[in-house]
């Protein structure tokens, strides 16, 4: 055999190797890009129900802020309505022409718990305050000073001073049921 035999049969057996590495190389190659396009689709499909999930969560979440809030506003407004009440009953009653009955029977209370006393009345309301508690027949003393409130009168006994205001009477003792009463009359 001649050299040029040998080169040739030499350059055949490596031109056979090299498309044998070439097949292999593109098999391997179309398997990894396969792998890929499978991990990358699988990934894509969590994602997209990952942001879907989020989505829904974020809608819900503001669904619930739009019902609290809502409702925090409603609330504002109830308050608002029902404060509005509270001080136009305040100044119906202050205005009212049977003030001095009013005042009279917060002093016929206070006689019930106190043998004697200094009567200091609302400002503005000094002659009323006068009439009422001639009225009333209690034993109390008026005082030539005045309280800063609309309507009433704040007995002092000794060291004890009682607030028989016409706004604390109205706020401590009537208006939490008033309150209920109007809240389940306007809003039912």
Do not use: H
């Not at 407004?77 to 029977?105: G, P």
């Not at 704040?154 to 008033?178: A, M, R, Y």
């Amino acid at each position: 055999m001649a050299l040029k035999d040998i080169l040739d049969q030499i350059k055949k057996t490596a031109e056979a190797e090299i498309a044998k590495l070439d097949k292999e190389r593109d098999a391997s190659i179309a398997r990894i890009t396969a792998d890929y396009e499978a991990k990358r689709k699988t990934r894509k499909i969590e994602m997209d129900s990952k942001i879907e999930n989020n989505c829904v969560k974020v809608k819900d979440r503001a669904k619930i802020f739009a019902k609290m809030e809502t409702r925090n506003l409603m609330l504002r407004k109830k308050r608002e309505i029902l404060e509005k009440v509270y001080q136009e009953t305040l100044e119906s009653i202050v205005s009212s022409d049977s003030y001095i009955n009013v005042v009279s029977a917060l002093l016929k209370k206070a006689a019930g718990e106190f043998n004697e006393g200094t009567i200091i009345p609302a400002k503005g309301k000094e002659s009323e305050t006068k009439k009422a508690l001639d009225a009333s027949g209690a034993p109390f003393n008026l005082s030539q000073k005045t309280a800063p409130i609309r309507g009433g009168f704040i007995l002092t006994s000794g060291k004890v001073e009682v607030d028989f205001s016409v706004e604390s009477v109205l706020q401590k003792e009537l208006w939490g049921e008033l309150e209920m009463q109007l809240n389940q009359l306007l809003f039912p």
